[in-house]
């Protein structure tokens, strides 16, 4: 970090392309492209398999914002299909109902850590030749059937802090495809790969050689933490297990869960939510409104029934499971969920 300060050279420069090349390593692919944020890989990731206005893109209603915004940004339609009640993924069989002759991707998301069902994410994406698109922004280092996520199909990765390893802001495109990887990095740059020479509209999407910097170095503690996290998770499952009106996460056969999120379902949340915040635990929900029930979204007239997600977005709860948590804490988390459980 301080060598990139002393260098003079803190935009993009060798240290991002050696990130590029670390991230592609891990993740198994051939290609990797950085850029300044998980928003940005996804939009890139998009624009770079010529996805615009008259598409449908088929993704998921219980995601952060940023994954059908990105898109929205490129002009394409997000086409929302409902999820599975005990991943929170997409559920392949509804995907297959929602294909139409505009459909042109599919992005399924790993959400918490839990990788989508990509045995069959790949197999429909084949059989109706369409994209795939995954958005990996929660899952660096999750892996299905031994491959891990962003290596199945175009992978989009943030280093947001909050996530389980961060550049400050950030994010990464991966791909096996070198045509997709040429595209994106001229959409990251102008649509330019050569200097003023702009072959397409791109964007400046650039990220610098000091966040490059940090995230080699987050790279490298990123299977150690992951193992806390798994850690961490597993003694909350253990601990909670059998408590009535709890539902712990599951993790399906074949799927290695990263737990960017610990998150349990429960019918009680509002009242476990203050009972937990007085006894000096905070808990975050993630997320309180489906994407096709913003706001935005209803003002340009979605109106899909959605009900898992719906049901969903009233009953999920995350719990801490970030690697500095100590056993005591999280005995003491366990202890005050039964003690609520009892009380009630
Ligand atoms: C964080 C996140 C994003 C966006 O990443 P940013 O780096 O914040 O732009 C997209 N999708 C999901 C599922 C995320 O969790």
Not at 88 to 108: H, S, W, Y
Not at 119 to 148: P, R, W, Y
Request: proline share 4%; glycine share 10%; aromatic share 8%.
């Amino acid at each position: 970090m301080s060598d990139v300060l002393r260098s003079g050279m803190i935009a993009q420069g060798q240290r991002v392309a050696d990130f590029e090349q670390a991230f592609a390593g891990y993740v198994g692919v051939d290609h990797a492209i950085a850029v300044n944020s998980g928003t940005a890989a996804l939009h890139a990731s998009l624009l770079a398999h010529g996805i615009g206005p008259g598409d449908e893109v088929i993704t998921s209603p219980f995601s952060f914002i940023a994954t059908a915004n990105s898109i929205m940004f490129t002009g394409a339609r997000p086409v929302f299909s409902d999820v599975d009640r005990d991943t929170f993924n997409l559920d392949p069989g509804q995907v297959c109902e929602k294909i139409t002759g505009r459909t042109k991707a599919i992005m399924p998301v790993h959400l918490y850590g839990h990788p989508a069902d990509m045995k069959a994410f790949v197999q429909i994406a084949e059989d109706n030749d369409l994209v795939l698109i995954e958005d990996a922004c929660q899952a660096h280092g999750a892996t299905f059937n031994g491959k891990k996520a962003g290596s199945f199909g175009t992978g989009s990765f943030s280093f947001y802090p909050t996530k389980n390893m961060t550049t400050s802001e950030g994010g990464m495109i991966t791909t096996d495809d070198e045509k997709i990887a040429k595209r994106a990095r001229m959409v990251r740059e102008h649509g330019s790969r050569q200097r003023y020479l702009h072959e397409m509209l791109g964007y400046n999407l650039r990220m610098t050689d000091i966040c490059a910097a940090i995230g080699l170095v987050q790279l490298q503690k990123l299977d150690s933490y992951t193992s806390a996290r798994q850690r961490n998770a597993q003694m909350l499952t253990e601990g909670l297990q059998g408590i009535e009106g709890i539902t712990c996460p599951v993790v399906r056969q074949g799927c290695t869960h990263v737990f960017h999120q610990y998150t349990i379902r429960t019918q009680y949340r509002d009242e476990l939510v203050s009972f937990l915040m007085d006894k000096g635990i905070g808990t975050g929900i993630y997320y309180p409104i489906p994407i096709h029930m913003q706001p935005y979204y209803q003002e340009l007239g979605y109106a899909d029934k959605l009900p898992v997600a719906e049901e969903l977005s009233r009953e999920v709860l995350s719990l801490p499971v970030h690697p500095q948590l100590t056993e005591e804490e999280i005995g003491y988390m366990i202890d005050t969920i039964r003690q609520w459980s009892v009380d009630r």
